[in-house]
């Protein structure tokens, strides 16, 4: 990171969800020669496709059907900085080749305009699919791959980083003792084993969660296995605890979710330790109907 950060280079974050692929990209922003101008962070996977181009670029009043106000796109509002997007393998192919034009030609057009706008913006991307696979499937554009992704960084799951995941706890948990101003020294011993011995389908994300719980919960100085309610989950020995060796094991992780929950979407990615938005990204890559 330290190495692509001060170029211009375009650069793709690969990794799965919560492993913290925005906290890299604005590190890179920050050691970056654009440090001190502006960094925009947008989340394809939540952007409506019909409203993706004003997002961008932006439009002027009256140019569809709610469009009361010009609006600036997040390609102007990041001119002279980092433009950062996440989950771009969500973009539907139109908005691909809008895109793709924009980093090329370096001009963007707000929708119903006729006046191009000059921009300069460091692109930086992250995605938790299989690009390469998406191009084979011809659902992603193999020229807008390869401008995305002049240097890739990939991100690993954190139960792959076993010696850092003690860490990571007394990170959040300062974090969490700040925000609810909250005076805990650390995990006791049990609390310990099991924030090791857990699998954190959910990565970084899930325990930041959990740790600020446990926090705003523990009655004493220490977090002790009391608070940390989730790391026993229901899921936790057929599911959750399962060690993620494929996307075969983590398919039947997600169904067995669902199964245990009835089939309802909101509390399975509560127990898998995910977001709404990232399972639906996992049903849809591994072609789940429900």
């Not at 433009?83 to 139109?94: C, K, P, Q, R, T």
């Amino acid at each position: 990171m330290n190495l692509v950060s001060p170029t211009n280079m375009s650069v793709l974050i690969n990794g799965a969800s919560g492993t913290g692929k925005e906290y890299v990209a604005q590190r890179i922003h920050k050691l970056s020669r654009r440090a001190k101008q502006p960094f925009i962070a947008i989340d394809c996977g939540a952007i409506p496709k019909e409203l993706a181009a004003s997002e961008f670029f932006g439009h002027v009043k009256g140019s569809f059907t709610g469009a009361l106000t010009d609006k600036t796109g997040a390609f102007v509002a990041a001119n002279g900085g980092t433009i950062f997007l996440d989950e771009i393998g969500n973009l539907s192919y139109e908005v691909q080749i809008q895109l793709l034009r924009a980093l090329q030609e370096r001009k963007i057009r707000p929708v119903g305009s006729n006046k191009e706008i000059q921009v300069d913006v460091r692109l930086v991307s992250a995605t938790n699919e299989n690009l390469e696979q998406a191009i084979e499937k011809g659902t992603f554009r193999e020229d807008l791959y390869h401008r995305i992704n002049e240097f890739t960084l990939r991100m690993p799951q954190l139960k792959d980083r076993r010696e850092d995941i003690l860490l990571f706890a007394n990170f959040f948990l300062d974090q969490a003792n700040r925000e609810l101003d909250k005076h805990l020294i650390g995990f006791d011993e049990k609390a310990s084993k099991a924030l090791l011995e857990y699998q954190w389908p959910g990565n970084l994300r899930q325990m930041k969660n959990i740790v600020r719980r446990a926090t705003l919960l523990a009655q004493d100085k220490l977090i002790t296995l009391n608070e940390l309610s989730e790391l026993k989950s229901p899921v936790a020995p057929s599911a959750a605890g399962m060690p993620l060796r494929n996307e075969e094991t983590e398919k039947q992780q997600i169904i067995e979710a669902l199964k245990q929950t009835g089939y309802n979407k909101s509390r399975a990615a509560q127990l898998l330790g995910i977001d709404r938005k990232t399972l639906y990204n996992k049903l849809k890559l591994y072609g789940i109907e429900l």
